[in-house]
C-alpha cells in the first residue's frame, strides 16, 4: 500500500495515541473529520496499522522476560511459527547470522519462563536455544513506562481492557454496549485505566510502512556496568529496543533504520562508544509476529 505524506502523518499521530478523536486527528494532519476518519479506516483495513491497547506487563504479572537465539535442524519458518503460537512469544522473526529465529518470550515469572524455554527447547527440529534473560527494559516503543498508579478493580474492568486490545479505536459507545455499562461508566473506567497506566492505546505499524523497513537485532558485550553503556546506546533515534541481559552479552537491542547504509552507520557508532567490547548483529529476515496483548488476562 502506498501511503503519502498525509497517511504518514496520520500514523505517526496514532504511535502517540492511538484513541485520538478524529476531530482532534483532523486539525493536525489538515484534514476534514469525514476524510480523516476515512483514511484511518483504509490504513486499518490495508493491515499496514493495527490500533490496539498494549496492557503494562505488571498488570498481567509479566514479570519475566527473555530474548532466544534458535538454530534448527532443516528449513526454520515452520518452527517459527510453532513458536509463535505460543501465547507467552509475543515476538517472532527469521533472521541472518548465527540463528535462524529470533524470539521475545513474556512470562509470568522464571519458572514459567524456564517451561517455555524447556517446551521450545523439546520442538524436534530446533537445535540450539541461546537465551538472553533480560533484566531491565532500557527502551521500549511498546512498554509503558513506570509503574501503574492505579489497579484493575473488577472483572468490567478486564472486558473494558480486553476489548481495547482488539480494537483500540472502540468508541465508547460501542464498548459500553460490549461491556454492559453505560456510555458515561465506560467512558469513566477507561479514562481512568489509561490514565493511570494500565493500559496504552498504540498503533502498531509495519516498520517498511514508515520508511524504516531495515530492522536490525544486535547484542553488546560491554566493560564497566550496563547500565552506563545502556543509556548511551538508547539515545540513538534509530535503536527501537533496548534491554540489559543475563548471559552471553550485557544488552540486547534492534535498530530500525530506513537504508542499509543507516543500518551500517548506527552500528558503527555503537562500536565507537568506548565501553563497548563487542558487537553481534543479524538481520530480521521476516517478521512471523508481534503482537503485545496474548499475555494472561486475570479473573
Known amino acids: 500500500m502506498e501511503l503519502d505524506e498525509t497517511d504518514l502523518s496520520i500514523v505517526r499521530a496514532l504511535q502517540g495515541d492511538g484513541r485520538l478523536t478524529y476531530e482532534t486527528l483532523a486539525q ?60 507467552q512469544a509475543p515476538f517472532v522473526t527469521l533472521t541472518s547470522g548465527r540463528r535462524a529465529i529470533m524470539t521475545e518470550l513474556r512470562t509470568a515469572g522464571f519458572e514459567e519462563l524456564e517451561r517455555a524455554i524447556e517446551h521450545i527447547r523439546a520442538l524436534p527440529a530446533v537445535r540450539t536455544v541461546d537465551p538472553l534473560v533480560a533484566t531491565r527494559h532500557v527502551k521500549d516503543p511498546y512498554l509503558l513506562t513506570g509503574e501503574p498508579t492505579v489497579t484493575v478493580q473488577d472483572a468490567l ?116 562508544l568506548p565501553a563497548v567490547r563487542e558487537v553481534e548483529s543479524w538481520l530480521h529476515l521476516e517478521l512471523v509476529k508481534e503482537r503485545y496483548d496474548t499475555g494472561p488476562h486475570p479473573a
Not at 522476560?65 to 503460537?85: F, M, N, Q, W, Y
Not at 514508515?210 to 546506546?233: D, H, I, K, N, Q
Open 157 to 272: 474492568d478486564e472486558r473494558i481492557l480486553a476489548e481495547l486490545e482488539e480494537d483500540g479505536r472502540l468508541p465508547f459507545a460501542e464498548l459500553a454496549v460490549r461491556v454492559g455499562l453505560s456510555a458515561g461508566a465506560t467512558r469513566a473506567r477507561t479514562l481512568r485505566l489509561l490514565d493511570g497506566g494500565v493500559a496504552k492505546v498504540v498503533a502498531l505499524v509495519r516498520p517498511d510502512v514508515l520508511g524504516m523497513g531495515y530492522l536490525c537485532g544486535f547484542s553488546l558485550r560491554v566493560a564497566g556496568p550496563a547500565a552506563t553503556v545502556a543509556e548511551e546506546v538508547a539515545r540513538h533515534d534509530r535503536v527501537s529496543f533496548l534491554s540489559t541481559c543475563l548471559g552471553r552479552a550485557e544488552l540486547v537491542g534492534t535498530v530500525t533504520a530506513e537504508s542499509f547504509e543507516a543500518v551500517r552507520a548506527t552500528l558503527e557508532e555503537i562500536r565507537a
Open 28 to 87: 493536525q494532519v489538515g484534514l476534514s473529520r469525514p476524510a480523516a476518519r476515512t483514511r484511518v479506516h483504509r490504513l486499518q483495513e490495508s493491515g499496514a496499522v493495527r490500533v490496539a491497547a498494549i496492557v503494562h506487563p505488571a498488570v498481567r504479572g509479566l514479570s519475566a522476560s527473555a530474548h532466544l537465539a534458535i538454530d534448527t535442524h532443516g528449513p526454520a519458518a515452520p518452527v517459527a511459527r510453532e513458536i509463535a503460537a505460543l501465547p
